[in-house]
């Protein structure tokens, strides 16, 4: 394992991050978990493969997630960077109890704090934006639980572009404590992030973590029947399957698993790599989640090998979207207009 620096901080965390969205079984059979003699497995894994980094919510299971990874932690608290989120719901009749206000933040945080039985937090991340809630009314409500010493870095999750740098932007300007990372859904058959988040992350120096690497299971090859290559039925219940599985996904899945028999791999291994190897958009450091030992085994084995230039093109080639408006007209039809006949001839040290 190594490590990275998380966005513009000294904060150094593993390359691949344990999420611990799935430890515990609170939710049943809607998103099925691991119970605490599974998740103690899960966790000790990683560990023992260098992992410090860990990332958990205060809604996940119901609270049991973090209380888990409270227990597994303590007995070498200070080793572990220990991640949590607030914003959504913990009661869905109350107003106040969800949202990024500063009501909800200091009640979730002191929640969190009891249930991981820690006196800070590594990183606190904001679960969701919030509309409601003035970006200054956030930020500086953020920046006040770092000067009390119970919050050490922030990040935020599921946020357009334009919020987190309107966040940034005011926060650098006042002297306040600024995100030094993001959260969000990336893999082979979810790139939307590369029109606004991922060069935004890059030009300002925040970090990226990727939830959904495997695409709700997709990339791992479980929709595609390895005989005939025809979609396996999934479930219209299960919300990850709905979401995720459709003839333009399995199809990328589809050569995933070819590139992963090639290299007597696991699909898995092949997607996360994929999302390691990303370097021209940035460190991202993909959130891997299991529900038994031997998935986090397969997860983790992808440390030990790189994937082939050729390879890298094959699946770009086969997963890329449309970057639209207005990358497409700058970086194509405006060049002429904008540079004239220099464009060639201008040496550009910037990435």
Known sequence: MRYKLLGK??????????????FGEDWGSMLPGASKEEAKKIFDLIVSKGGNFIDTANVYQDGTSEKYVGEFVSAEREKFVLATKYTLTTNPND???????????????EASLKRLNTRYIDLLWVHIWDPLTPIEELVRSLDDLIRSGKVLYLGISDSPAWVVSHANAIAD???WSSFIGIQIMYSLIE?????ELLPMARALDIGVTARSPLGGGVLSGKYIKQDSKEQKRFDVNNPMSASFVNERTVSIATEVQTIANEMNRTPSQIALNWIR???DRGIIIPIVGARTEAQIKDNSACLDFELTADQLRRLDEKSKIQLGFPHD??????????YGNTFSLTDNHRP
Do not use: D, Y
């Open 191 to 195: 790139r939307s992030a590369e029109r």
């Open 329 to 338: 007209f700058i970086s194509e039809a405006a060049r002429i207009f904008t």
């Open 173 to 175: 300007l006042r002297g």
């Open 277 to 279: 190897q990303q370097h």
């Open 9 to 22: 901080s000294g904060l150094r965390v593993s390359e691949l991050c344990l999420g611990a969205m799935t």
């Open 95 to 109: 107003p106040n109890a969800s949202g990024n206000h500063r009501k909800n933040l200091v009640q979730s945080l």
